[in-house]
């Protein structure tokens, strides 16, 4: 099996550890390759998505990073039917979409988020 090396900081590594033992993973390594499954998983079933739907995006960042979010959003005005922006903790933000249209568009508006370094979560969720 090849060997793959990740860099995680402190936040991340605490997580991963409390995740492996909440949910009885016998090392790291095997919980990194069920939330690589996981992912897998996910971007598949977004790139099987075709034709006009509904979906929500969730988006979690730091406050300070809400002019990213905005500059986002601007690019995708047309999809947006509700947007909701909450404080979740001290410095986080929640940004919930309601969205509706073409599966290509809502699919790259979802990758602008998943690929900014700053945001912490981003999920997308096709009903």
């Not at 590594?13 to 790291?28: A, I, N, P, V, Y």
């Not at 905005?70 to 039917?81: P, V």
Request: charged fraction near 25%.
């Amino acid at each position: 099996m090849p060997i793959v090396s990740i860099s995680l900081n402190d936040e991340i590594l605490t997580e991963l550890d409390k995740l492996q033992k909440s949910m009885g993973f016998s090392g790291r390594s095997e919980a990194i390759r069920a939330g690589i499954r996981s992912f897998v998983s996910e971007e598949k079933q977004k790139s099987d998505l075709s034709g006009v739907i509904h979906a929500i995006l969730l988006v979690v960042h730091n406050n300070e990073f809400d002019h990213i979010v905005s500059g986002i959003t601007h690019n995708f005005e047309d999809l947006i039917t509700t947007h909701l922006h909450s404080k979740i903790e001290k410095e986080k933000c929640m940004e919930l979409f309601v969205i509706h249209g073409d599966a290509e568009k809502i699919s790259t508006i979802t990758k602008d988020f998943q690929t900014n370094k700053k945001m912490d979560t981003v999920k997308l969720v096709t009903l």
